[in-house]
């Protein structure tokens, strides 16, 4: 299983942007996409999950309100848009897939992807 993510860089605070993640090399009925971000000096965090049907989604509350998680099944793609950016968003971000039901914790993802950075600053 391949994960690539991309759409990550440098914005204003304010700003937007669209973080997509490609997965490849694997077969299941059953899936969840997570996004994940990891800043300097602190732990990994979800930021937002769904399920491979779109039936379900999970926003974490540090970006509930301005992030929007989609799912395109027949490219395996997995968008996060984020909107009014915050200094705080800056981080590391990455996606993940796990087979099997929504899970929040990392460790129950199965596949990573390599990260793509987010840093918001003006």
């Known amino acids: 299983v391949q994960l690539q993510a991309s759409g990550g860089g440098l914005v204003q605070p304010g700003g937007s942007l669209r973080l997509s993640c490609a997965a490849s090399?694997?077969?299941?009925?059953?899936?969840?996409y997570g996004w994940f971000r990891q800043a300097p000096g602190k732990e990994r965090e979800g930021v937002s999950f769904?399920?491979?049907?779109?039936?379900?989604?999970y926003y974490a509350d540090s970006v509930k309100g301005r992030s929007t998680i989609s799912v395109d099944n027949a490219r395996n793609t997995v968008y996060l848009e984020m909107n009014n950016l915050k200094p705080e968003d800056t981080a590391v971000y990455y996606c993940?897939?796990?087979?099997?039901?929504?899970?929040?914790?990392?460790?129950?993802?199965?596949?990573w992807g390599q990260g793509t950075q987010v840093t918001v600053s003006s």
């Open positions: 993940a897939i796990r087979f099997g039901s929504m899970r929040y914790a990392a460790g129950s993802y199965d596949a």
């Open positions: 769904i399920s491979e049907r779109a039936g379900s989604a």
């Open positions: 090399g694997f077969r299941s009925s059953v899936y969840t």
